[in-house]
Nanobody
């Protein structure tokens, strides 16, 4: 069974930095796209950043220039470096990935990790 597990969420002051990680485990052939989403209280889940199996990345306008997504294909991990954090970045952050399992591609979600930006 494939699982995605996030880590790194914490309470941080405005202007601070945090690094989230997500590790995939289980039996699979390949991980294609990997993404980060977030969901703030009372709001819908929103896309934050994405990275292909190569080096192409894309970001939501709200985090562009402050967040950096990266991945380690050897370790099956994806990370999100978050700098210049703002209170509006407070949310549960979810890892998401398209994973090839026995010839078919499935989209998996992690359980989420809480990021709180507050003084």
């Amino acid at each position: 069974q494939v699982q995605l597990v996030e880590s790194g969420g914490d309470l941080v002051q405005p202007g601070g930095s945090l690094r989230l990680s997500c590790a995939a485990s289980g039996s699979f052939s390949r991980i294609n796209f990997m993404r980060w989403y977030r969901q703030a209280p009372g709001k819908e889940r929103e896309w934050v950043a994405a990275i292909t199996s190569g080096v192409y990345t894309n970001y939501a306008d709200s985090v562009k220039g402050r967040f950096t997504i990266s991945r380690d294909n050897a370790k099956n991990t994806v990370s999100l470096q978050m700098n210049s954090l703002k209170p509006e970045d407070t949310a549960v952050y979810y890892c998401n990935a398209d994973i090839l399992v026995q010839g078919a591609t499935y989209t998996y979600w992690g359980q989420g990790t809480q990021v709180t930006v507050s003084s």
